[in-house]
C-alpha cells in the first residue's frame, strides 16, 4: 500500500471508533472571527471546506450566509457531517456535502470565494505540496481567500517527542509540522499572508493563517 492509502486506511479507523483528537463541533475560533469578518464584502459566497470531517466549518459557514460546501474522501465522515448539518436550521439550504479527494477536486477553476483547510496540508507530502497548491488554489477565485491550519513544529504526539525533522510517519499517517516563515515560501508567490495566530494547547501546536489569492 502506498503511504496515501495507509493514511485513508487510518482516517477510516479513527471515524468508525471516534479515537481521534479532533473537535467535531463548533468552529475553530480563527475561522469563525474571519468568516464574519468578510462577510459583509462576501454576501452569499461560496465556500469550500476541504477535508471537512464532521462539516463543523461547512454548517458554521452557512449559518453565517454563505453557500459553503464541505468535501471529504471518508464516506463515514460524509454522512455524520450531514447529520450534524440538519441540527442547525440556519444552515438549512445553504450547507451541502459531497465526496471529493484535494487531489482531484470535482470543481471548475476560480469557482469559490473562500476556501477552508483544517486538517490536510500537514498530511500531504513534502514532494505533494506544489501540486497541492497548484490543484486547491486554482478553485479559488483571484482576489478570494484561503484559511489554513497547521500543526507548528511546537506538536507533539507524546511528552519528550524527540525528532530531527518537519516531517514523521505516525500511526500509518503522515504529518509535516510548519514554522511560521513557511508560509510565505510556500504561497508567496501566489497571494500574500494577512494573519498568523499561532496555537498551543497542551501537547498540541498549530498555525492559523489567513490568506488572499492576488488578483492577477
Known amino acids: 500500500m502506498t503511504l496515501y492509502q495507509t493514511q485513508a486506511a487510518y482516517f477510516k479507523r479513527a471515524y468508525r471508533t471516534g479515537e481521534h483528537g479532533w473537535p ?3 468552529p475553530e475560533p480563527f475561522v469563525a472571527a474571519w468568516l464574519r469578518k468578510l462577510r459583509p464584502s462576501l454576501p452569499g459566497g ?8 464532521e ?11 454563505y453557500r459553503a460546501t464541505g468535501v471529504d474522501y471518508e464516506p463515514l465522515a460524509l454522512r455524520r457531517a450531514r447529520t450534524l448539518a440538519s441540527r442547525h ?3 438549512r439550504g445553504r450547507a451541502r456535502f459531497q465526496a471529493g479527494n484535494i487531489f482531484s477536486l470535482p470543481f471548475r477553476p ?4 473562500l476556501l477552508i483547510d483544517y486538517g490536510c496540508l500537514h498530511h500531504v507530502t513534502r514532494r505533494d505540496t506544489g501540486r497541492y497548491r497548484d490543484r486547491v488554489l486554482s478553485v479559488l477565485k483571484p482576489g478570494g481567500y484561503f484559511l489554513l491550519s497547521c500543526f507548528s513544529t511546537k ?4 511528552p519528550g517527542e524527540r525528532r530531527t525533522r518537519d516531517w ?6 503522515y504529518d509535516r509540522f510548519f514554522r511560521r516563515r513557511d508560509f510565505a515560501a510556500l504561497f508567496g508567490g501566489w ?13 498540541a501546536g498549530f498555525y492559523h493563517v489567513a490568506m488572499r489569492r492576488k488578483h492577477a
Open 89 to 91: 436550521p440556519r444552515a
Open 191 to 203: 497571494g500574500d499572508v494577512l494573519a498568523i495566530r499561532e496555537e498551543r494547547n497542551g501537547l
Open 110 to 113: 476560480a469557482t469559490f470565494d
Open 24 to 26: 467535531v463541533e463548533g
Open 168 to 173: 514523521l510517519v505516525h500511526r500509518g499517517h
Open 46 to 53: 461560496r465556500v469550500l471546506d476541504l477535508g471537512c470531517g
Open 155 to 158: 506538536f507533539k504526539h507524546h
Open 55 to 65: 462539516g463543523r466549518h461547512t454548517y458554521a459557514a452557512a449559518e453565517q450566509g
